[in-house]
Nanobody, 129 residues
Framework: VQLQACGGGLVQAGGSLSLSCAAS????????MGWFRQAPGKEREFVAA????????NYADSVKGRFTISRDNAKNTVYLQMNSLKPEDTAVYYC???????????????????????WGQGTQVTVSS
């Protein structure tokens, strides 16, 4: 699976951005999908994840209530709607795919980035104060 994230940019605090992650090479309908981010000088961290069906989501506490992850399997695309952005949201945002097989599909989408098999190249989000 090849993942291409886009939609990043520069926005003022309090503003909104919408990221998208388009997959190619294979359908993502058998993958949980996640968004992660890495700020300068910091380790990459979990942001949000969504199950293969879209029926279950998971969020980092820092973005809960502000960010919304969604997916459209027909379009092979995952989205991250980011509202009420803060300067501390500044980071490179990565999408990732976690292939789930059998009973794994019934589990909630993972926060653990080591579980993800495929990664996109990242898109820069900068929030000015």
């Amino acid at each position: 699976v090849q993942l291409q994230a886009c939609g990043g940019g520069l926005v003022q605090a309090g503003g909104s951005l919408s990221l998208s992650c388009a997959a190619s090479g294979r359908t993502i309908s058998s993958y949980h999908m996640g968004w992660f981010r890495q700020a300068p000088g910091k380790e990459r961290e979990f942001v949000a994840a969504i199950s293969w069906s879209g029926g279950s989501t998971n969020y980092a506490d820092s973005v809960k209530g502000r960010f919304t992850i969604s997916r459209d399997n027909a379009k092979n695309t995952v989205y991250l709607q980011m509202n009420s952005l803060k300067p501390e949201d500044t980071a490179v945002y990565y999408c990732a795919a976690d292939r789930v097989i059998g009973v794994e599909a019934a589990l909630p989408p993972n926060k653990d980035q080591s579980r993800y098999d495929y990664w996109g190249q990242g898109t820069q989000v900068t929030v000015s104060s």
